[in-house]
């Protein structure tokens, strides 16, 4: 990652199943500084649910994030979502907390490939990692709870630096978790994205960051990760 802090929005399924709506969570995601922006595949993905993906669709969000000129991720959440995406040739994945859990096998396959790989821990209850340090893996704290309260947060890093952890996945409701653990060394932050919090279609829209709120946290978590390589 090159030590750069970097944001990602996570619009995972506040699309609400309009695919259409993915253009422009994409615009304001870019325009809110986001370096990256964050699909589900392979959620909610059954027959009448909302986050069909085909192919066709997949082409296009490669079309659009071009465009804009942001990087496209996806969270690889079952075999039959590996299988969709391989071949685009996509040179980062993310594998969620649930398939850390319950498909290790899918996640060791996807490792095989030996690209960078964003692994969410919020589900996994041992001391050492899943797997060890190195140049491909990149550990995100977090806690799969929507939303986390402060008084679940205790245990995040006070020094990522001297933790297994390259960045946090923030299921908080509001900025201020993400900036503390970027004054912590945090150098991932994961934050999801919606245009309307007010949306109860999807319970991430509650706890996700307006492009607003996400661009006061990557103006405020940049200035603070520049002072922290100053020395100050």
């Known amino acids: 990652m090159n030590k750069k802090l970097i944001f990602i929005a996570e619009i995972g399924l506040n699309h609400n199943g309009n695919f259409d709506l993915c253009f422009e969570l994409i615009k304001q995601a870019k325009l809110a500084g986001a370096d990256i922006v964050k699909f589900q595949l392979g959620w909610r993905d059954n ?9 066709k669709k997949i ?10 000129e942001i ?3 996806f969270s690889i959440i079952s075999k039959k979502a590996w299988n969709l995406i391989k071949p685009f040739n996509f040179q980062k994945f993310k594998i969620a907390s649930r398939t850390v859990k319950y498909d290790m096998d899918l996640v060791k396959e996807i490792l095989k490939k030996k690209k960078k790989t964003i692994i969410s ?5 041992k001391k050492a990692t899943p797997f060890k340090k190195n140049k491909y893996i ?3 704290w977090c806690l799969s709870k929507y939303p986390c309260e402060p008084k679940d947060l205790k245990k995040l890093p006070k020094n990522f630096n001297k933790s297994p952890y390259y960045g946090y996945s ?5 900025i201020e978790t993400s900036i503390l653990a970027i004054s912590r060394g945090a150098k991932i932050i994961e934050k999801h994205f919606t245009l309307d919090k007010s949306n109860t279609s999807i319970r991430d829209h509650s706890l996700s ?13 940049r200035d603070i990760y520049k002072k922290i390589n100053m020395g100050i």
């Open 209 to 221: 960051a307006t492009p607003d709120e996400f661009r006061q946290m990557v103006n405020i978590g």
């Open 170 to 174: 923030d299921h908080s409701i509001g």
């Open 121 to 125: 821990l919020g589900m996994w209850n």
């Open 59 to 68: 082409s296009k969000l490669v079309e659009w994030t071009n465009y804009f």
């Open 71 to 73: 990087e496209l991720l």
């Open 47 to 55: 027959k009448n649910e909302i986050n069909q993906f085909d192919k």
């Open 138 to 140: 990149y550990y995100l």
